[in-house]
């Protein structure tokens, strides 16, 4: 007992001489590792960026095709508050007409840590996105107006599952929740409806079953695979436009290095409405935390301290 | 003038010391979730990163939550991607063994994972 206490004691130590290392860590809740994923927001704060983001979008029910290169960088202000930058440049091939290209315009967004549970493999942000209007190529698809997004993005790994069911330990659910909010009803006699977000990703993590359930040898690279399924779909609700839901089932899989990760995921519309045929996405994504600890990768709030 | 300033802060920005990340568990000896014919006389743990020995710790313990490990855990000198817990010797069982690791950037994991001596 007496050793029991004296590790408690150490452990309490170590937690206190370094309050600000795990939060500074991306993507972690106890011993659950979630990565980036492509398609659904990320339900933690980090110093990340993905660098690109290349998709080939299925074609479009009004037979245009869209091919897109995109960035996203997220940076914390302080270890539980972070904002984000991201934007597109897209190339859209619209039938009868002239190729279109441009950027797609600015969406910020600032996100708040609102808890992290090391138990139970569970996390939640708060965010508050914005997609700022003219601030990319109309033609090619940029707004003309402004869109506010509040959004609920919450994770969960399923490693406290009893150990008579261990080849279900390493699933994890991940899932955005977001309401859409137009700063203009409509743009040239188009409605521009209110709509809601909602996106999950559903993933079995290779590396949490050989370190935490079972050992089954699996070498490089695929022990560092994770293979997951994301959905997202839009639903207007107002404005004429109720019953109008689009979106994408992305099937794929998330390679996740020391450093950087790469994603590539198959894009499936889910109804005619969301296009038809097949689409594909691929993503590097750098984890900034890990690749400049001491510099960019720190909270702003850490880096004029020593 | 401005050129070099923007030079000089990236620079600064980007000469970072040698990057470093979160130390993940590679394998163990017993195997994670393995089981094993005999009582092992230690748990032994590779990392993929190097570890810091003041703050990286391990616990081995039976069905009951007691400690049967012989000692605190041991980051090896010569190999400090390496963590050792010396054992008590081991009747037929299941253990779990819990670890925390800081790397040597001060990134920390934790993990846990379990293995059978005998016929468990």
Same mark, same amino acid.
């Given at each position: 007992?007496?050793?029991?206490?004296?590790? +408690? !004691?150490?452990?309490? *130590?170590?937690?206190? /001489?370094?309050?600000? &290392? $795990?939060?500074? #860590?991306?993507?972690? @809740?106890?011993?659950?590792?979630?990565?980036?994923?492509?398609?659904?927001?990320?339900?933690?704060?980090?110093?990340?960026?993905?660098?690109?983001?290349?998709?080939?979008?299925?074609?479009?029910?009004?037979?245009?095709?869209?091919?897109?290169?995109?960035?996203?960088?997220?940076?914390?202000?302080?270890?539980?508050?972070?904002?984000?930058?991201?934007?597109?440049?897209?190339?859209?091939?619209?039938?009868?007409?002239?190729?279109?290209?441009?950027?797609? +315009? !600015?969406?910020?967004? *600032?996100?708040?840590? /609102?808890?992290?549970? &090391? $138990?139970?493999? #569970?996390?939640?942000? @708060?965010?508050?996105?914005?997609?700022?209007?003219?601030?990319?190529?109309?033609?090619?698809?940029?707004?003309?107006?402004?869109?506010?997004?509040?959004?609920?993005?919450?994770?969960?790994?399923?490693?406290?599952?009893?150990?008579?069911?261990?080849?279900?330990?390493?699933?994890?659910?991940?899932?955005?929740?977001?309401?859409?909010?137009?700063?203009?009803?409509?743009?040239?006699?188009?409605?521009?409806?209110?709509?809601?977000?909602?996106?999950?990703?559903?993933?079995?993590?290779?590396?949490?079953?050989?370190?935490?359930?079972?050992?089954?040898?699996?070498?490089?690279?695929?022990?560092?695979?994770?293979?997951?399924?994301?959905?997202?779909?839009?639903?207007?609700?107002?404005?004429?436009?109720?019953?109008?839901?689009?979106?994408?089932?992305?099937?794929?899989?998330?390679?996740?290095?020391?450093?950087?990760?790469?994603?590539?995921?198959?894009?499936?519309?889910?109804?005619?409405?969301?296009?038809?045929?097949?689409?594909?996405?691929?993503?590097?994504?750098?984890?900034?935390?890990?690749?400049?600890?001491?510099?960019?990768?720190?909270?702003?709030?850490?880096?004029?301290?020593? | 003038?401005?050129?070099?300033?923007?030079?000089?802060?990236?620079?600064?920005?980007?000469?970072?010391?040698?990057?470093?990340?979160?130390?993940?568990?590679?394998?163990?000896?017993?195997?994670?979730?393995?089981?094993?014919?005999?009582?092992?006389?230690?748990?032994?743990?590779?990392?993929?990163?190097?570890?810091?020995?003041?703050?990286?710790?391990?616990?081995?313990?039976?069905?009951?939550?007691?400690?049967?490990?012989?000692?605190?855990?041991?980051?090896?000198?010569?190999?400090?991607?390496?963590?050792?817990?010396?054992?008590?010797?081991?009747?037929?069982?299941?253990?779990?063994?819990?670890?925390?690791?800081?790397?040597?950037?001060?990134?920390?994991?934790?993990?846990?994972?379990?293995?059978?001596?005998?016929?468990?």
């Amino acid at each position: 007992m007496h050793r029991v206490i004296c590790r +408690g !004691l150490a452990a309490v *130590t170590v937690a206190a /001489l370094l309050p600000s &290392a $795990e939060a500074m #860590a991306h993507g972690f @809740a106890g011993d659950r590792f979630f990565p980036a994923t492509i398609l659904t927001d990320d339900p933690f704060v980090a110093d990340e960026m993905s660098l690109p983001t290349v998709t080939l979008n299925p074609t479009q029910s009004d037979g245009s095709r869209e091919f897109d290169v995109g960035t996203d960088l997220s940076m914390l202000i302080t270890p539980k508050l972070d904002f984000t930058l991201s934007n597109d440049w897209a190339h859209t091939r619209i039938p009868g007409m002239s190729t279109q290209t441009g950027l797609t +315009g !600015l969406t910020t967004g *600032t996100q708040y840590q /609102l808890f992290i549970n &090391a $138990e139970h493999e #569970a996390m939640a942000l @708060a965010a508050l996105d914005v997609t700022w209007g003219n601030t990319g190529r109309v033609a090619a698809g940029a707004p003309a107006f402004t869109t506010i997004s509040p959004t609920f993005d919450f994770g969960k790994g399923f490693g406290d599952l009893p150990d008579s069911v261990p080849w279900l330990r390493p699933f994890a659910l991940t899932g955005n929740l977001s309401l859409n909010f137009p700063t203009e009803t409509e743009t040239n006699g188009s409605p521009n409806p209110n709509s809601l977000f909602y996106g999950f990703a559903i993933e079995y993590s290779i590396p949490y079953l050989q370190s935490q359930v079972r050992d089954l040898g699996l070498g490089p690279p695929f022990n560092r695979m994770i293979p997951l399924v994301e959905f997202a779909l839009t639903s207007p609700f107002n404005r004429g436009q109720t019953g109008t839901t689009t979106g994408t089932v992305q099937p794929g899989v998330i390679w996740a290095g020391q450093y950087f990760q790469v994603g590539a995921e198959m894009m499936i519309p889910t109804n005619s409405l969301s296009g038809h045929g097949i689409g594909g996405v691929v993503q590097l994504h750098f984890y900034l935390d890990d690749l400049f600890p001491n510099s960019i990768g720190r909270p702003i709030s850490k880096w004029f301290q020593q | 003038m401005k050129i070099a300033a923007i030079v000089a802060l990236a620079a600064t920005i980007f000469a970072a010391p040698r990057a470093q990340a979160h130390a993940f568990l590679d394998h163990a000896s017993p195997a994670v979730g393995s089981s094993v014919p005999a009582a092992p006389a230690t748990v032994m743990m590779w990392f993929t990163q190097q570890l810091e020995p003041a703050f990286t710790s391990a616990t081995v313990t039976d069905k009951s939550g007691n400690l049967v490990d012989a000692g605190p855990a041991q980051v090896d000198p010569k190999d400090p991607t390496e963590l050792r817990v010396p054992l008590k010797p081991l009747p037929p069982g299941t253990y779990s063994v819990a670890w925390h690791a800081l790397s040597v950037d001060t990134h920390t994991t934790t993990g846990h994972f379990i293995f059978t001596v005998g016929g468990g």
